[in-house]
């Protein structure tokens, strides 16, 4: 009996491959957000839930006790909207379709953050010298993380939600780890950290060329000379069959339309933009203004958020690029000019040898304060003094600041004399000069210009390095009371 029921478990297989039958694939699936360990956006009234299923084919979605059933499209690509309800832990989302079944388990509600950029966004703690000290304080299951990355979905392994813990702190982002840890300390919600970064990108890679189109500069040096490009090569590709010219890739858009795209609708409580370096070094400085605005303007679309907070990092000194400086003061202006748009400067924890600053925790703390006055309703400064206004008095100027950023009172935090200020004469020449704090202003004066008309702040990285601080331990970054034209700036002159 057992060799006659051994022989069929051998034949029925064989039977079954002989007649053409195969088992079907599973068609049913959940867009990548929503695997185990996933975070979603507390306080949602319409959270979006995504995935495919066979086409035209009614799939039934339920999470915490609320249920919506919807129909996938032509193409099988399906979308549901339930309640996220407050934060919370230990969820299963449940997905049914066509009798197919699908569970994603252990999801937590809480805050959830987008971190972009380039290498310094994206460097993980692994890539730090430090990174193992930092390791030892790890292990919070409730912080979660996932990375976008550029393959394409059925090739996808890196980019499940993954908890924080000693095992996987190597593969988060530095700045996203430090980011999150005071997140959690101070408000002991969940929070997820999705990262879309690329090391040594530029910012017309993360631009949508919807958005690109809008300006100028960007129709006349990138999307026209693309679309004469692309004309030559399909005339050539013509003429030519058997051997066609190279394709025409195009140098904008690519990270946006790989990493960013497939985030779309997505609720999140902000957006960490740490990125820059790229475009200073190709002097890209003045113009970088338009296209930072760009990129805040449509991913706010693209989150479906006018008002999706915005924390620009400040990029700090390195080596003895002062033309970085030009950058510098595109992103104060961008932040100035939008609403919901916030400057952290880290100019005193820069490394002028190193590109990669390791003073992650500082950077991480500073985010987090941003975050704590600004998303969470905070009370506590938490930034460093921001220009207001000037007034030439003789051949003085005296510089007032923001009341809400004077912080308890402005200082110089190694009790020297500040340091990085410039002046300048009625020619429009910089000199360095002398500041003395006189309450909650500055006055800035040099023996070299008697009739001054401009004052700037922190333009080059003084040797001892910037000490303008308020007394609530922030520094001030770069500023100008000028508008004179930039080494960067190529529009007409002024």
């Known amino acids: 009996m057992k060799k006659i029921i051994a022989a069929l478990s051998l034949l029925i297989p064989a039977v079954i491959f002989a007649s053409g039958a195969k088992p079907s694939k599973p068609q049913l699936k959940l867009h990548q957000l929503y695997t185990d360990n996933a975070i979603f956006q507390r306080n949602v009234a319409k959270y979006p839930i995504k995935g495919r299923a066979k086409k035209n084919t009614k799939v039934t979605i339920t999470f915490r006790g609320e ?29 049914v379709s066509e009798g197919e079944n699908l569970t994603a388990k252990n999801i937590a509600v809480g805050d959830v953050w987008l971190v972009a950029g380039q290498s ?24 979660r993380f996932q990375k976008q990355t550029w393959q ?63 300006i100028p500069h960007a129709r006349k040096t990138l999307i026209e000379p693309h679309r004469k490009a692309f004309e030559k090569y399909e005339k050539e590709k ?26 779309k609708g997505l609720p999140l409580s902000g957006v960490i933009w740490y990125q820059g370096e790229a475009d200073a070094m190709f002097a890209g400085g003045h113009i970088y203004r338009e296209y930072l605005e760009a990129l805040i303007k449509s991913y706010r679309a693209h989150f479906s958020n006018a008002n999706l907070p915005f924390f620009v990092v400040e990029i700090p000194y390195y080596g003895s690029h002062y033309i970085w400086s030009d950058l510098r003061d595109s992103q104060r202006f961008t932040a100035n000019r939008l609403n919901a748009v916030h400057l952290v400067s880290i100019l005193d924890i820069g490394d002028l040898k190193d590109i990669h600053p390791p003073k992650k925790p500082e950077l991480g703390a500073r985010l987090a ?19 207001e206004s000037m007034k030439i008095v003789g051949n003085r100027v005296v510089l007032k600041f923001k009341p809400d950023s004077i912080g308890g009172g402005l200082i110089a935090s190694d009790g020297k004399a500040l340091r990085g200020f410039l002046i300048a004469d009625s020619n429009k020449r910089f000199t360095d000069a002398q ?33 303008f601080f308020n007394k609530a331990g922030y520094p001030c970054g770069l500023f100008r009371t000028d508008d004179f034209k930039l080494p960067t700036d190529r529009s007409p002159n002024k």
């Not at 980011?179 to 997820?192: D, L, M, R």
């Not at 304060?369 to 220009?387: E, I, L, M, N, S």
């Not at 006055?443 to 333009?459: C, H, T």
């Open 67 to 95: 249920t919506a059933t919807v129909t996938a499209d032509d193409k099988g690509n399906w979308c549901a909207y339930l309640p996220s309800g407050e934060a919370g832990e230990g969820f299963e989302l449940k997905v």
């Open 120 to 143: 310094n966004a994206e460097f993980t703690v692994g890539w730090f010298k430090l990174g193992a000290e930092w390791s030892k304080d790890s292990d919070y299951p409730l912080i």
């Open 152 to 214: 394409p979905p059925h090739m996808r392994k890196d980019d499940a939600w993954q908890i924080l813990s000693p095992k996987t702190v190597k593969n988060f982002s530095a700045t996203g780890f430090f980011f999150a840890k005071e997140i959690w300390k101070n408000h002991k919600i969940p929070v997820g950290v999705i990262v879309s970064a690329s090391g040594g990108s530029v910012i017309r890679s993360w631009i949508p060329e919807s958005a690109l189109a809008e």
């Open 238 to 263: 013509a003429e030519n069959p058997q051997k066609p010219p190279r394709y025409p890739f195009k140098s904008y858009s690519g990270l946006f339309n790989e990493r960013v795209a497939r985030l």
């Open 369 to 387: 304060a941003v975050a704590d006055r600004f998303v969470y309703g905070g009370k506590d400064v938490a930034t460093g003094p921001q220009y």
């Open 435 to 467: 500041a003395v704090i006189e309450g909650d202003c500055v006055v800035v004066s040099s023996e070299k210009v008697k009739n001054p008309i401009a004052v700037r702040y922190g333009w080059y990285p003084p040797k001892e390095g910037v000490n």
